[in-house]
């Protein structure tokens, strides 16, 4: 389950209703994650709302609610999730130096890494089958949904999710264990 010994007593008062247990949860995180969303999406009003979405579900749910990892871990996955899903729902266009590079507390003037960053997803890219690199970059690039890109390819829509799952795990693959955070 979770490893940190005040992470676990928090969540056992949280579910047995404990209202200043989940204020001390809500008052510990809600200032980071929603940092963490704003850097994602920049719009700060949203992300102050999606930490609430966050929030209300915990409490919500708190009775069967569980955890694999640690509570901290859980509670910015969700954020990012939440982030990742307003995104795509919203058309909110993503740009490469924004993907994961807060996460793992790099230097944001850091041109080198973004560069290479870049680089090599723009390699991985090219490497892929030619159909599958044109609906990716009209998925990615263009912001189109899949919707969008089925009609104007003239295919179905599962075939452009087939198309960028697949596109995802060859890019995935080619970068490695060294950007693993990025998704």
Known sequence: MIGNHDDILLLKLIKQGDQIAFKHLFYQYVDSLERFITYYIHDREKSQELVLDIFTYIWENRERF??????????????????????????????????????????????????????????????LPEKCREIFKKSRKENLT????????????????????????????????????LW
């Open 66 to 127: 569980e955890i694999k990892l640690t509570l901290k871990a859980y509670l910015f996955q969700a954020a990012r999730n939440n982030a990742f899903t307003y995104i795509r729902d919203k058309k909110v266009p993503v740009y490469l130096e924004d993907v994961g590079v807060q996460e793992m507390g790099y230097d944001y003037n850091s041109d080198l890494e973004v560069k290479e960053l870049h680089h090599l997803i723009e390699e991985a890219v090219s490497l």
């Open 146 to 181: 899949n919707k969008e890109i089925a009609k104007e390819l003239q295919i179905s829509e599962k075939t452009v999710e087939g198309q960028i799952t697949i596109a995802l795990r060859k890019i995935r693959a080619y970068l490695g264990d060294s950007y693993s955070y």
